[in-house]
């Protein structure tokens, strides 16, 4: 006769509907997997893998503490002797209200493409989830997404399937293993834009203080990377911001301006910034206006 350790197995459970049912849900307090001993022939015991063993939690028998026993057998071979190690066949279920939340999906993109092209902004089918569950569970949830990975080669849009993960505040991946997800399924789209190099188009307005005068004003960048289809890019030939107001100004200004908040003129559809955070630094040279007496003579 042999004995083996078998650990991590996890556990099925059986009427879980009638908990559900009555508008609650269950959640596992330490996890829902289970180990335990596995005695019998050398030559049997020996060919076991922990997929050969069923581990079941009927939960109509939850006692009033919330503690559930687990049935651990192994159909295959039902005359081995299975004992448990500890106390690990006994799980603590926890009873909470059952809520819902949806959520929208979230397309996340890894690497890079080539020079010359840019990574849209990708869109899920569906493009939103619910999720029902424990309580306590449901709200750790912050954010459902799903990733993409992007090639140097992809130069034409990539579409894709890919599963669904569910993220807390911290961004670690919540357990689903308790939760209802109306899809875990996702399919994807991620446009794959050509980028083109435009002029920024950028001036100053207003009347400095009296007694103050202008003397220049300068910006950079002068130009800026947009990314679109080629039939919208064919379209913007510049980018014009609104004029900066120097009304009033006695000095020197300085300033950081973005460029997506203070367009003048829209982007056509279909055309975006490839650097959503992009700004032009403006500098005015402002200075007061100085007089000097002079005594001429007549020749």
């Given at each position: 006769?042999?004995?083996?350790?078998?650990?991590?197995?996890?556990?099925?459970?059986?009427?879980?509907?009638?908990?559900?049912?009555?508008?609650?849900?269950?959640?596992?307090?330490?996890?829902?997997?289970?180990s335990?001993?596995?005695?019998?022939?050398?030559?049997?015991?020996n060919?076991?893998?922990?997929?050969?063993?069923?581990?079941?939690?009927?939960?109509?028998?939850?006692?009033?503490?919330?503690?559930?026993m687990?049935?651990?057998?192994?159909?295959?071979?039902?005359?081995?002797?299975?004992?448990?190690?500890?106390?690990?066949?006994?799980?603590?279920?926890?009873?909470?209200?059952?809520?819902?939340?949806?959520?929208?999906?979230?397309?996340?993109?890894?690497?890079?493409v080539?020079?010359?092209?840019?990574?849209g902004?990708?869109?899920?089918?569906?493009?939103?989830?619910?999720?029902?569950?424990?309580?306590?569970?449901?709200?750790?949830i912050?954010?459902?997404?799903?990733n993409?990975?992007?090639?140097?080669g992809?130069?034409?849009?990539?579409?894709?399937?890919t599963?669904?993960?569910?993220?807390?505040?911290?961004?670690?991946?919540?357990?689903?293993?308790?939760?209802n997800?109306?899809?875990?399924?996702?399919?994807?789209?991620?446009?794959?834009?050509?980028?083109?190099?435009?002029?920024?188009?950028?001036?100053?307005?207003?009347?400095?203080?009296?007694?103050?005068?202008?003397?220049?004003?300068?910006?950079?960048?002068?130009?800026v990377?947009?990314?679109g289809?080629k039939?919208?890019?064919?379209?913007?030939?510049?980018?014009?911001?609104?004029?900066?107001?120097i009304?009033?100004?006695?000095?020197?200004?300085?300033?950081?301006?973005?460029?997506?908040?203070?367009?003048?003129?829209q982007?056509p559809?279909?055309?975006?910034?490839?650097?959503?955070?992009?700004?032009?630094?403006?500098v005015?040279?402002i200075?007061?206006?100085?007089e000097?007496?002079?005594e001429?003579?007549?020749?």
């Amino acid at each position: 006769m042999y004995t083996r350790e078998f650990s991590d197995i996890s556990v099925t459970e059986v009427n879980g509907d009638q908990i559900t049912e009555a508008g609650k849900a269950y959640s596992y307090v330490g996890g829902n997997t289970v180990s335990v001993k596995v005695k019998g022939k050398t030559s049997v015991v020996n060919r076991l893998s922990k997929d050969d063993l069923l581990a079941v939690a009927d939960l109509s028998t939850l006692s009033i503490t919330g503690a559930v026993m687990v049935d651990v057998s192994c159909p295959k071979y039902p005359s081995l002797e299975i004992t448990p190690i500890g106390s690990s066949t006994v799980l603590k279920v926890e009873i909470e209200d059952l809520v819902e939340k949806s959520l929208n999906v979230k397309v996340n993109t890894n690497g890079k493409v080539s020079e010359g092209y840019y990574i849209g902004q990708g869109v899920a089918t569906p493009n939103m989830v619910t999720v029902s569950g424990p309580e306590s569970v449901v709200n750790k949830i912050n954010e459902a997404s799903v990733n993409v990975s992007i090639g140097s080669g992809n130069t034409t849009d990539v579409t894709t399937n890919t599963t669904l993960k569910l993220l807390d505040q911290s961004e670690g991946e919540v357990s689903s293993s308790t939760l209802n997800i109306s899809q875990t399924d996702i399919s994807v789209t991620v446009p794959i834009y050509e980028t083109k190099t435009v002029p920024v188009d950028f001036g100053v307005t207003g009347q400095v203080a009296h007694g103050y005068k202008m003397v220049s004003a300068a910006y950079e960048p002068k130009e800026v990377t947009v990314a679109g289809r080629k039939e919208d890019l064919d379209k913007i030939s510049q980018v014009t911001l609104k004029d900066y107001d120097i009304s009033g100004k006695n000095s020197k200004v300085e300033d950081s301006i973005s460029i997506v908040q203070n367009l003048a003129e829209q982007l056509p559809d279909g055309v975006v910034f490839t650097d959503k955070e992009a700004t032009v630094a403006l500098v005015v040279d402002i200075q007061q206006i100085t007089e000097t007496s002079f005594e001429l003579p007549l020749s």
